[in-house]
């Protein structure tokens, strides 16, 4: 069996108690990083054989899958948050859904949904893109194509590269278009930041060293729509 099991995307404490379960009965954790993944099982004093997944080495995903397929119940983590979720994984768990391995997901931490639930805007629908192309016409369109349904869209950024998105989502979407940026979650220096994506530029700029994790909240609800669409799923009968 293959579990998918989430871990902490900065506080250690948001582990869950199902995750903890899952791993100390697992036969192996299948992972990212072992240097990652075994300084987080050593925290919560489990101790388990450790094997490497890379979604680029087809090699390390089949001496996954010859393990699940000689029955070893193993739980698959990323180094944080849900694996698969702009993390590796997903290549392992098609194959060993195609091949009848049975596979369970828990829920738990997740930047994006964490990000989404503290940016206040609406509760139904998103875009989520995960990281960007690095090419700037090729993110400019996706960024296009998903803002054009009006939805909250939400990209992964690195420190690294964040003003430089910042300021393609301002050149793209408009200098006044709503973003929050959502850094550090569930760590000591937690902020949202929210203002224009020019505003965010400007700010960020500033600064000599941009630090800490970032998810981008880009609020594409435009209150100019035009809203016959409301009335069309409306209950009421029009006279
Ligand atoms: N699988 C993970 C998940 O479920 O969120 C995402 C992994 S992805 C490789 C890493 C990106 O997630 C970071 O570059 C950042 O955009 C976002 N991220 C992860 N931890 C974060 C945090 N504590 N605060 C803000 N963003 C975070």
């Known amino acids: 069996m293959l579990q998918i099991v989430p871990t902490p995307i900065g506080n250690l404490r948001d582990i869950t108690l199902r995750a903890l379960d899952v791993l100390q009965a697992c036969d192996a954790v ?6 990652r ?25 089949m001496r996954c899958l010859e393990a ?7 739980a698959l983590v990323s180094d944080c948050g849900t694996p698969c979720i702009s993390d590796p994984g997903w290549r392992l768990v098609k194959a060993a859904v195609a091949v009848g391995i049975p596979v ?10 964490c990000a989404l639930a503290g940016a206040g805007l609406t509760g139904g ?10 090419k700037p016409g ?25 003003v430089k998105m910042l300021d393609l989502i301002a050149k793209t979407l408009g200098e006044n278009i709503p973003v929050i940026a959502a850094r550090e979650l569930s760590k ?17 700029k500033q600064k000599n060293k941009v ?20 009335d069309e799923d409306s209950d009421f009968e029009m006279p």
């Open 188 to 204: 000591v220096y937690e902020e949202y930041i929210r203002g224009s994506a020019r505003e965010l530029t400007g700010r960020f």
């Open 30 to 35: 299948l992972c990212e990083d072992t240097r």
């Open 138 to 162: 090729k993110a400019a369109k996706l960024l296009m194509q998903a803002a054009s349904l009006k939805h909250p869209v939400v990209v992964y950024e690195s420190p690294y590269r964040v």
């Open 37 to 61: 993944t075994q300084t987080l099982l050593t925290h919560f004093n489990i101790h388990k054989p450790l094997y490497r997944y890379n979604e680029n080495d087809e090699r390390s995903v």
């Open 68 to 74: 699940l397929k000689s029955g070893k119940n193993c």
């Open 104 to 113: 369970t997901s828990l829920p738990g931490p997740s930047a994006v949904a």
């Open 211 to 230: 630090q800490g994790e970032f998810v981008l909240i880009i609020d594409c609800f435009d209150t100019s729509a035009p809203q016959e669409s409301l």
């Open 125 to 134: 629908a998103f875009t989520f893109l995960g990281f960007l192309p690095r």
